[in-house]
């Protein structure tokens, strides 16, 4: 199952007691999830190699740790674009094997954007892997047109690859 769609409207995402998942925000959002056939450990020892997301994301060539903070709250990490270009991820929470959520540098019309990783493990030893980013658009009407001709459908179609490159990883790994 996978699902990518759009929306303008930030969504509430439902609360897990004591380990609630912080809300995130944008102006702008591509959400995309999709189940994955191994267990959620198994899962989670990819999401959880941060730094080297290169070996297995499409269109990533180059990513390295750009800190010598633990992996957690505060540990950051570059990443080279082959179509965007190069940015860096702060993660703003670290829940292990559960999910983190992380800030994004500006790139191109992209400001304020956050990307949310969580997964939920699943009957028969099958994990949900859901990813939301959420953004805002900058530069006036000058980045609303460039969100609108390039950006947006660049991201519809770069979210959902990246979901089946982790469950082709995940699935070969375990």
Same mark, same amino acid.
């Given at each position: ?17 004591? $380990? ?12 995309? $999830?999709?189940?994955? $056939? ?5 899962? +989670?020892?990819?999401?959880?190699? @941060? ?42 929470? +670290?829940?292990?094997?559960?999910? @983190? ?37 900058? @530069?006036?009407?000058?980045?609303? @047109? ?29």
């Amino acid at each position: 199952m996978s699902q990518t769609h759009t929306s303008a409207k930030p969504q509430a995402k439902p609360s897990r007691g004591k $380990n609630a998942v912080p809300s995130i925000s944008g102006e702008f959002q591509v959400i995309a $999830n999709l189940i994955i $056939n191994a267990d959620i450990k198994d899962t +989670w020892k990819v999401l959880e190699d @941060f730094y080297d997301v290169h070996v297995w994301a499409p269109g990533v060539s180059q990513s390295h740790a750009i800190n010598d903070l633990p992996l957690g709250v505060g540990a950051g990490r570059y990443c080279k674009l082959d179509d965007f270009g190069a940015i860096e991820e702060h993660i703003t929470h +670290w829940q292990p094997g559960a999910g @983190f959520i992380y800030k994004i540098t500006p790139l191109g019309p992209l400001d304020n954007a956050v990307s949310s990783w969580q997964l939920t493990s699943l009957a028969d030893s099958q994990t949900l892997l859901e990813v939301v980013l959420k953004y805002d658009i900058r @530069f006036g009407l000058f980045g609303t @047109f460039m969100h609108k001709l390039i950006m947006r459908n660049k991201l519809e179609k770069a979210l959902p690859e990246t979901l089946q490159a982790v469950k082709k990883r995940v699935e070969l790994l375990a």
